[in-house]
């Protein structure tokens, strides 16, 4: 009895664990927003444990995902929301290292099943599919863009350890995440979030088209 | 008696007019807070987290003699429109399609009141 007992909670076990949209429930729903808030505001921004996560399906690519979730690596070098990991560091802000916790890990089963319930969720995202045209962009006029003549370097890493680090690194962009996202985020941040502080540039078709472009053809994680 | 204290003290720091920083702003020392000391620092001296690696510094806004050097609708047009449009770097970003021109009104007087350089 004993033992059919234990056998019984172990298959619901890994059926729970092949069950992706219970997992998230269940473990992720407490940090992020797996369906569009009815409204935002600042204060929400202030409040929020995660990134939204109700757009996953136009955002990310499924391998890096899979991977991501077995083993989390930083992309926000000053966690969500930045405002809440600072301190006085020796010349100016500092991030608090000390605040900024390791994100959960799951196993390769739980990931995958994880990864396609997140792919799953479409809330309405305005990703203009098929924006992006892919056209070859110079990694040198791309760099100059990006940094000096169009100031994305101030709050974005292009390469580890280079550039702001108030906005997600964007040097593993061409595996993490899709182009028209890409291209969809930089052309207006504020129709996935209307008070997130990235702010709209008002960068026409070429900028955005060589912007994209540059990031999705940066090697990830290419030294600088 | 400890605990009367305690509770005055608090009572003190809810009361409106005990505000820490006493801003007459609020509501742009919050939209500044959420969007401006990424760059311009919590202590509103340009040493944001991002500014270590700018080639332009953001700008000191304790710094009340070059603050004051910054007329009102120069103030407007950098926020609004960003540092090119007053021949300054393009790293001072856009910020007219996230804050209204009420909210950026309200942030010069709160930076007149930050630089101590009010007219």
Known sequence: ???????????????????????????????????????TSIDRLWSRKGPDLYYAGDKFQRNW????????????????????????????????????????????????????????????????????????????????????????????QDAPGKGGMSGPELYTASSRLN??????????????????????????????????????????GAKP | MKRLIAHSALALCLSPLAVHAGSAHPQAERNYDTYCVQCHGVHRNGKGINAAHMSVQPRDHTDSKAMSDVPDDEMFKAIKEGG?????????????????DAEIHELVAYLRETCKCGK
């Not at chain 1, 990703?127 to 040198?140: D, H, I, L, P």
């Open chain 1, 1 to 39: 009895m004993r033992h059919f007992l234990s056998a019984l909670l172990l298959l619901s076990a890994t059926a729970f664990a092949a069950d992706g949209s219970q997992l998230l429930q269940q473990q992720c729903a407490q940090c992020h927003a797996l369906s569009a808030p009815p409204q």
């Open chain 1, 65 to 156: 995902l899979v991977a991501w979730l077995q083993a989390p690596v930083r992309i926000r070098p000053g966690g969500e929301f930045y405002r809440h990991h600072l301190k006085d560091g020796a010349d100016g802000d500092a991030i608090d290292e000390t605040t900024l916790t390791p994100h959960v890990k799951l196993d390769k089963d739980s990931a995958v099943a994880v990864a396609d319930a997140l792919l799953a969720l479409h809330t309405p995202a305005p990703v203009e599919s098929g924006a992006y045209k892919g056209a070859a962009v110079s990694a040198t006029m791309g760099a100059m863009f990006f940094g000096k003549l169009r100031g994305c370097a101030a709050c974005h």
């Open chain 1, 179 to 220: 182009a028209d996202y890409v291209y969809s985020y930089i052309k207006h941040p504020q129709a996935f979030d209307a008070h997130v502080w990235m702010p709209d540039a008002g960068l026409g078709e070429s900028d955005l088209q060589r912007l994209t472009g540059y990031l999705m053809q940066l090697k990830s």
């Open chain 2, 84 to 100: 090119l449009a007053v021949n300054k770097s393009i790293l001072m970003p856009v910020w007219g399609k996230v804050l209204s």
